[in-house]
């Protein structure tokens, strides 16, 4: 006992320090009128901040955007990385090197990617319109009505890797006896991999699109990077619009009540999620 | 002779049009870093002669030092992650310490938005006068890289057969000698893997360093983010900055590929 | 050198009684097994011994030393584990050096005596490599090094052979036996083949719910079982159990089967045993017995075989040498009795063996 809780307790001690206290901090700011210019200690002022979040029309566009967002790049990033996982799978030559190639995206700091991409797609100097210009086609990535698409598509450029990653090991995992057996059973390609190796992936994509989605969700580095916004406040995601509240407003007590929101909605996923797994599961 | 199926060739002609399609961004940026200020206005220059003027500008604005920063923040916090999360997991996974809890927290914690915690820190950085320094960014990077390190760690004990401690513990060691001698060698790659991924999620996180420490303590993602915001558009500069950021981690990467599926997942993918 | 106690011992995980006041005693310099289905408590008792288990009551000695509640590094015992539990990160050498090295003996010392250990078990060939490298037998003699070079005053051996093939495992076992014999330590053996235990032991302790259903030499156990348990556990192919009544000496099972037993056994309900190879088959055309039974199976092993018999309702096993086969096939009918004196009685409510003899 001693030594289970004496091995434990740094963990806790720190864990506490870093995760479980500002949380409860965040909780009583998020029920004060705390700002940052403020000087003194600030006024609880109960559920106004929640109830001015509620009925804030922008913080409800923000979601929109961000939900927008995250279904365009994590549908884009799913049909692409099981494309290429198969794909992958199959490869043997080269196999480490092309993997590693394919993979490194990912680990990259967002923001370098988002200023890339800022270079690149740029209407007047960037290579990729240019390149677009020559077969006739203008297109502006950061114009009205496309730059969240854009957004999407620098998130599908740098994380389609992981979904790579994980659906490829999926793949790997999956027991060879199944597949040979439909095989031998005469079935075509499409029809094995649409009724042996989807059902048999299937928990590795619910991880896999839980896991992207949580991340995409934060997205902020990119809009930072390259729209801050706009145009209007087309690409004003939840993150970056809680930025703006808490940062360039000062409004911490506000900001925080918007990140619970935020967190109150993530959390109401993951249990609708995997009660949905669990019902499949067990039916 | 083999007959070459269209799939066969849809396959290759998907990994060429992926490969371009992630080299080409990379490539360019690398190719910017050598131009100078009025050959990256022009789109369409492939072949000029390399002029070295940003990497010079970069290296003397202070990106090295940021760097610096940036991999003394990222040091701190896998060392202490690694330090107290090896321990922790090993309870955890072993002795069933804690419970679901505190596995639960730490999974749990992986998902917390950013902007819930980072109000906290700021205000405490701000009482306890430590507002930009690195301290904060630490212990905001620490509230990530913790639990995340901790979930691979779970899953890689809990990977070692229970006899091989039980063994140590027969042959004359202690619970603490087992677990160091024994136990710990095992997960020794598993516990690299994880500390290099902690270390790629703290080198390149910029919301947290934007927050915390925006001016004189800025970590490498908040530097090279200035090139680009406060002292006009400084391309070249911002593309040898950009390189400076992923050239470390992206040879890092290649070592831990295999052990990160197995990681992330926490076992829900053998790898 | 030492003799182990245990003293009412008992062991449960809340409402779960693991293991039921047992008190069983290992003589010095014997080789006890453990010998059960799996959920019996043997591996717990086994583990109890080693300080792995923490024990809910009762105490556990080693010679004159009671070491309940001590760390298993404090009681110097070595364990062979199913697994082998070899370090994955350490050479043949090191393994094998490892308990030493982990009571602070010096290095050059430890070394030299692995080296030693490993030239008496064969291995000196493979020193240098890990055990990875190793087949299931050589990963199996490291684990068997290691376990002796510290000369403790317990082996323990949690069924040390069921990861090897059949021939494997029958090598090792006579190999097993001779170390033992050699060093004469103390040593308990569990394991849940009954063959294994029949083999290798001086002393065979049959486990049954956490409690001991019997122990003594195997040729006791084997020869008189305590109970019907035992009886079914002990001895290969299985014991045949009928239920029936004993009238005036002789049984007639509840489906009408006679057997004249010729026992003094008291008329009322019994559970009568016998052994496979006290099954008497008579060919057809030689039946003399009042019970017949119809060949079902016929399982040739080289000299014997094992026929599957079915007899108003009852399904028995005899095994009959090869050269009494003529005239038996399938679906003949033969002729069936039991060895005179060869039979065991059983109490039909408790199962308890009853002790009579033929009268």
Redesign the interface.
């Given at each position: 006992m001693r030594f289970k809780y004496g091995m434990l307790a740094p963990l806790i001690a720190v864990f506490v320090a870093v995760v479980g206290f500002p949380l409860l901090y965040a909780l009583y700011l998020s029920f004060t009128d705390y700002k940052l210019t403020d000087r003194g200690a600030p006024d609880i002022v109960g559920i106004a901040n929640y109830a001015s979040t509620f009925t804030n029309a922008s913080f409800w566009e923000a979601f929109g955007v961000t939900a927008l967002y995250v279904v365009v790049a994590v549908g884009l990033e799913l049909v692409i990385g099981l494309a290429i996982a198969l794909s992958l799978q199959k490869q043997k030559w080269a196999r480490d090197v092309t993997r590693s190639m394919l993979l490194a995206p990912m680990f990259i700091t967002p923001i370098a990617v988002g200023l890339t991409f800022r270079f690149l797609l740029n209407d007047q100097i960037g290579a990729i319109p240019e390149l677009l210009r020559g077969i006739g086609i203008n297109y502006d990535f950061f114009g009205p009505g496309r730059a969240l698409f854009t957004l999407a598509f620098i998130d599908v450029w740098q994380w389609t890797p992981f979904m790579v990653l994980l659906l490829l090991a999926g793949l790997e995992s999956i027991p060879k006896q199944p597949l040979e057996a439909a095989r031998v059973d005469g079935g075509g390609p499409w029809y094995i991999f649409r009724r042996i190796t989807l059902p048999l992936l299937a928990p590795v994509l619910v991880v896999a699109i839980l896991l992207r989605a949580l991340d995409a969700l934060k997205v902020f580095e990119y809009v930072y990077a390259t729209t801050r916004g706009g145009p209007g406040t087309e690409t004003q995601t939840i993150q970056y619009f809680t930025y703006q509240t808490g940062i360039q407003f000062f409004r911490l007590g506000e900001a925080s009540s918007m990140a619970f929101v935020v967190l109150a909605v993530v959390l109401t996923v993951i249990v609708v999620a995997f009660r949905r797994l669990e019902r499949n599961r067990s039916a | 002779m083999r007959r070459v199926s269209g799939?066969a060739i849809a396959?290759?002609a998907?990994?060429w049009a992926?490969?371009i399609?992630?080299?080409f961004?990379?490539i360019?940026?690398a190719l910017?870093s050598f131009k100078t200020p009025s050959q990256?206005?022009?789109?369409?220059l492939v072949f000029f002669a390399p002029t070295f003027a940003s990497w010079e500008n970069v290296l003397s604005s202070g990106i090295l030092d940021a760097a610096g920063r940036s991999a003394i923040v990222g040091l701190t916090t896998v060392l202490?992650s690694v330090?107290?999360?090896s321990?922790?997991?090993?309870?955890?996974a072993k002795?069933r310490?804690?419970g679901t809890a505190?596995r639960f927290?730490?999974l749990a914690?992986q998902?917390?938005?950013?902007?819930?915690?980072?109000?906290?820190?700021?205000?405490?950085a701000?009482a306890l006068r430590l507002n930009d320094t690195l301290v904060p960014v630490i212990?905001?990077h620490?509230?990530f890289v913790?639990?995340v390190v901790?979930w691979f760690l779970i899953g890689f004990f809990e990977a070692v057969?229970r006899?091989?401690e039980?063994?140590?513990?027969?042959?004359?060691?202690?619970?603490?000698?087992a677990?160091w001698?024994?136990v710990l060698?095992?997960v020794?790659p598993g516990l690299g893997a994880a500390a290099i991924f902690g270390f790629?999620l703290s080198?390149?996180?910029?919301?947290y360093g934007?927050?915390l420490a925006p001016g004189k303590a800025a970590i490498?993602?908040v530097a090279?983010?200035g090139?680009?915001t406060f002292r006009g558009v400084q391309?070249g500069s911002?593309?040898a900055a950009?390189l400076i950021?992923?050239i470390p981690?992206?040879i890092?990467?290649?070592f831990i590929?295999r052990k990160?599926?197995?990681g992330?997942?926490g076992g829900?993918?053998?790898? | 050198m030492a003799t182990v106690t245990f003293t009412n011992v008992s062991k449960s995980y809340g409402q779960t009684q693991i293991v039921d006041d047992l008190n069983l005693v290992l003589p010095d310099g014997s080789l006890t097994v453990l010998v059960g289905p799996s959920g019996c408590g043997k591996s717990t008792s086994l583990r109890m011994l080693a300080g792995l288990e923490p024990i809910t009551s009762g105490d556990i000695a080693i010679g004159d030393r009671v070491v309940t509640g001590l760390e298993p590094k404090d009681r110097d015992v070595a364990m062979v584990f199913q697994n082998y539990a070899l370090y994955p990160h350490l050479s043949v050498r090191e393994n094998i050096a490892f308990p030493l090295r982990a009571t602070k003996t010096p290095r050059t010392e430890a070394l030299k005596r692995a080296d030693s250990v490993a030239d008496s078990l064969g291995l000196s060939h493979l020193l240098g490599r890990k055990p990875k490298d190793l087949s299931g037998g050589q990963q199996q003699r490291v684990a068997i090094g290691r376990a002796i070079i510290r000369q403790p005053s317990v082996f323990l051996f949690d069924e040390p052979l069921s990861n090897l093939d059949a021939k494997l495992r029958v090598e090792t076992r006579t190999e097993l036996l001779q170390i033992q014999r050699r060093l004469g330590i103390t040593s308990l053996y569990v394991t849940h083949d009954q063959e294994e235990a029949m083999t290798l032991s001086d002393r065979m302790v049959v486990m049954r719910e956490g409690r001991i259903a019997q122990q003594g030499t195997p040729l006791e156990v084997y020869s008189a079982p305590a109970n019907t348990f035992v009886a079914a556990f002990v001895g290969s192919p299985k014991m045949n159990l009928i239920d029936g009544v004993i009238e005036r000496g002789t049984f007639v099972s509840e489906t009408g089967v006679r057997f004249e037993l010729q026992t003094d056994q008291e008329d009322g309900a019994v559970t009568l045993g016998v052994r496979p190879d006290d099954l008497l088959v008579e060919a057809p055309g030689a039946i003399s017995a009042p019970a017949t039974a119809t060949v079902g199976l016929i399982e040739l092993l080289g000299p014997r075989a094992i026929v599957s018999l079915s007899a108003s309702g009852l399904t028995l096993t005899s095994v009959v040498e090869a050269s009494n086969l003529s005239g038996m096939a399938e679906s003949a009918t033969v002729g069936i009795r039991v060895r005179p004196g060869a039979w065991h009685l059983f109490d039909r409510e408790s199962g308890e063996r009853l002790n009579v003899r033929e009268s």
């Open positions: - | 799939l396959r290759i998907l990994l992926a490969a399609f992630v080299l961004p990379m360019w940026i910017a990256l206005n022009d789109p369409n202490i330090v107290v999360g321990s922790g997991a090993y309870v955890i002795y310490a804690g505190t927290g730490m914690a998902v917390l938005p950013p902007a819930v915690l980072v109000f906290p820190f700021l205000t405490m701000y212990f905001a620490l509230s913790l639990p901790t057969p006899s091989l039980e063994q140590a513990r027969v042959d004359g060691f202690s619970r603490f000698g677990f001698r024994v060698p095992q020794l790629t080198w390149n996180d910029m919301f934007l927050i490498l993602p090279i983010a090139f680009n391309l911002m593309s950009i950021a992923v981690v992206v890092a990467s290649f590929q990160l599926v197995q992330i997942s829900a993918v053998k790898s | -």
